[in-house]
């Protein structure tokens, strides 16, 4: 295998009860079909390890990282782990529920890892690995509800976490949440959660008011400047946020006019929007990865595409997960916004050049690396780093911003 840039990379956040986030799950693919497994496995731990960093999940959050059959054997030359119980190497389904795996996963946790079984079902014949594991995926699209609480009742008995997986709704989860479930993941944490009664904190009605004029494209960056003056605490966390390592800047920023020069009205508009409603919702410390990935994606896919200007696609990213922020409807939020037609087309149409953007990233979100393949705007040389750039920049921004 080539190089680790090469490799495609996404991130599938978990969550407990309370959707505190608890760590993500490593998906990938290698662009360049290695046919050694152990290879990858090897690589994608170095990176879970040491470049991608297991403190981007959380103080005590994990990583979920799958490992096939061929790896089994080389389990004993494992080296400790550094940080116990933080990295879970994930079976997959395809390894044996024999001695030998059982022996092997044995060896695997007395270095520190644990050990996670996926889409586990009734009757599953990995029932005899159970001694040895600490986690439990199950896959809610392949079960009913009354399995699902079988399969609870049953797993209790053992000493595992229970994950509840493949979760596509908030109904889902707050059925699967009822059962009693100790982790949960799927896309539903992409959706808005649609209350009956919208939250209507000051910062919530704040950020509405903000982004209409924000968004506004006949706004002049000295109207936003006096909104965001009249907020002085979000004034100095801008400012702050904008000179962090975020940015990199060669000077310090000490005005609005200046971080726009840097980093550009677009960008700029997002992430006051960002900074104001992190810093207030129940979901913000969960979904922010996913918003600040999203929105840099956008960015410098456009910016390799040739697709001017750039960091429109970033807000693209940013207002395609408003629903997501503000647990409204997309349309209703975005009819309070002065937005272009195109922008409008590709949010609520799926229509247009920035469409066709936003809906390569959704994909590389989901990990549907066979479609990602076929889409003209996939290069096996040069898409993947992009991608971990974007993800690389939305661990630093999250990073600063809990600082500010």
């Known amino acids: 295998m080539g190089s680790l840039n090469q490799l495609c990379i996404t991130r599938l956040t978990f969550c407990d009860s309370d959707l505190i986030r608890r760590g993500f799950e490593l998906a990938y693919h290698d662009t360049q079909h290695t046919a050694n497994s152990l290879e990858i496995s090897a690589k994608i731990a ?8 297991l403190d981007q999940a959380g103080k005590s959050g994990k990583v979920l990282l799958t ?10 030359t494992l080296p ?19 001695p030998i795996t059982l022996n092997a996963l044995h060896h695997i946790r007395s270095k520190g890892f644990q050990v996670a079984l996926t889409n586990y079902t009734i009757s599953d014949p990995r029932k005899a690995l159970l001694s040895e594991v600490d986690i ?32 596509e709704s908030w109904q889902i989860f707050e059925q699967v949440r009822a059962a009693g479930f100790d982790l949960y993941q799927g896309s539903f944490l992409g959706k808005p959660e649609l209350l009956d009664t919208p939250k209507n904190s000051t910062n919530r009605i704040m950020l509405v008011k903000l982004m209409t004029l924000l968004f506004d494209d006949k706004s002049s960056i000295q109207e936003i400047e006096k909104v965001i003056e009249q907020e002085p605490t979000l004034f100095y966390r801008l400012l702050k ?3 962090s390592a975020a940015y990199q800047l060669p000077n310090k920023i000490d005005s ?7 980093i550009g009205t677009e960008t700029l508009r997002a992430l006051v929007a960002i900074l104001v409603w992190a810093k207030d919702d129940h979901k913000a410390y969960t979904v922010l990865p996913q918003i600040l990935t999203r929105a840099k994606s956008c960015e410098l896919l456009a910016k390799e595409q040739g697709l001017a200007p750039s960091d429109r696609y970033f807000t693209l990213g940013f207002l395609s997960l408003l629903d997501v922020a503000l647990d409204q409807p997309l349309d209703k939020l975005i009819q309070s916004l002065s937005l272009s037609e195109e922008m409008q087309n590709a949010l609520l149409k799926d229509e247009g050049p920035l469409a066709e953007v936003l809906n390569f990233v959704r994909q590389w979100e989901k990990a549907n690396w066979e479609i990602l393949q076929q889409n003209q705007m996939f290069s096996p040389e040069n898409t993947p780093e992009l991608m971990q750039q974007a993800q690389h920049w939305a661990q630093e921004t999250e990073k600063e911003m809990q600082n500010i």
Not at 256 to 262: E, G, M, R, S
């Open 67 to 76: 490992i096939t059959k061929a790896w089994l054997p080389n389990a004993s």
């Open 46 to 53: 170095s990176f879970t390890l040491l470049d991608y960093g």
């Open 241 to 243: 946020f904008v000179n």
């Open 80 to 98: 400790a782990a550094k940080i116990k119980d933080r990295l879970v190497l994930q079976l997959a389904e395809d390894i044996p529920p024999d």
């Open 136 to 167: 439990v995926k199950i896959n809610c699209q392949r079960l009913m509800p009354s399995d699902l609480k079988h399969l609870h009742a049953e797993l209790k008995g053992y000493s595992v976490t229970l994950m509840a997986g493949q979760i």
């Open 256 to 262: 609005l006019h200046q971080a726009v020069i840097y």
